[in-house]
């Protein structure tokens, strides 16, 4: 029986991100711009790494991945800067100084980013003139497609509308039941993306994918 909407909340995974922010890279942090290049950069190792991307303006902006408990977070005070960078950057002992500056380095605040999910296949009983788009119907693990899934959600509740102007039941039920079979395969696949990224086999399962990607071309 799927959980219903009254019964689910969201969980969180045991992991987190610390968001980071790196200024006029190629001046003032050449080797670690030069590592991340102009696209995006992972440096991985089974419960942690870095996801690093580079955005206009010379900006390196990071993601701190890390597999710890609630708790271990929540001893850590995330309003003083150095406290939050010195006990994450702990976590990275041993790594090369180009990739701990994405940490250490950071030109802003350190924020933590808990990733919490609902159910896998997530669904609740059909309620008159109501209903949930984005991360509220939806919750699942950063892989690239929340914004995708909100704006196509959004897109489809318009149309059912449109579609179903002089029964509004109808529209949400018509809008409801493909963004329930959309959102269950999409939060399988980002459960699969945050193992893949993240798990035991880190970082070989995502070359060996990337490597059957080139391949495949």
């Known amino acids: ?81 150095k406290d939050a960078i010195t006990k994450v950057g702990m976590e990275f002992e041993g790594w090369p100084e180009t990739l701990t500056k994405l940490i250490k380095s950071t030109e802003t605040q350190p924020v933590l ?38 704006l196509l959600d959004g897109a489809e509740l318009a149309m059912s509308i449109v579609n179903n102007r002089n029964n509004l039941k109808e529209a949400i039920i018509q809008y409801e039941k493909p963004m329930f079979a959309r959102s269950e395969k999409a939060a399988i696949e980002a459960n699969e993306f945050l193992d893949i990224i993240l798990g035991e086999r880190t970082p070989y399962q995502l070359a060996d994918i990337l490597r059957e990607t080139l391949d495949g071309k």
Do not use: C
């Open 1 to 81: 029986m799927r959980p219903l909407l009254s019964d689910a909340k969201p969980e969180y995974v045991g992991i987190a991100s610390v968001e980071t922010y790196l200024y006029d890279v190629d001046e003032k942090h050449r080797e670690t711009a030069d590592i991340v290049g102009d696209g995006a950069m992972y440096a991985l190792a089974p419960g942690k790494g870095f996801q690093s991307h580079r955005e206009p303006n010379n900006i390196i902006h990071t993601y701190v991945s890390l597999k710890r408990s609630d708790d271990w977070f929540d001893k850590i005070d995330f309003q003083d800067s």
């Open 113 to 150: 980013r808990k990733v919490y999910v609902l159910p896998i296949g997530h669904q609740w009983e059909h309620a008159s003139n109501i209903t949930l788009i984005g991360d509220a119907a939806h919750l699942m693990p950063p892989a690239g497609e929340g914004a995708n899934l909100a």
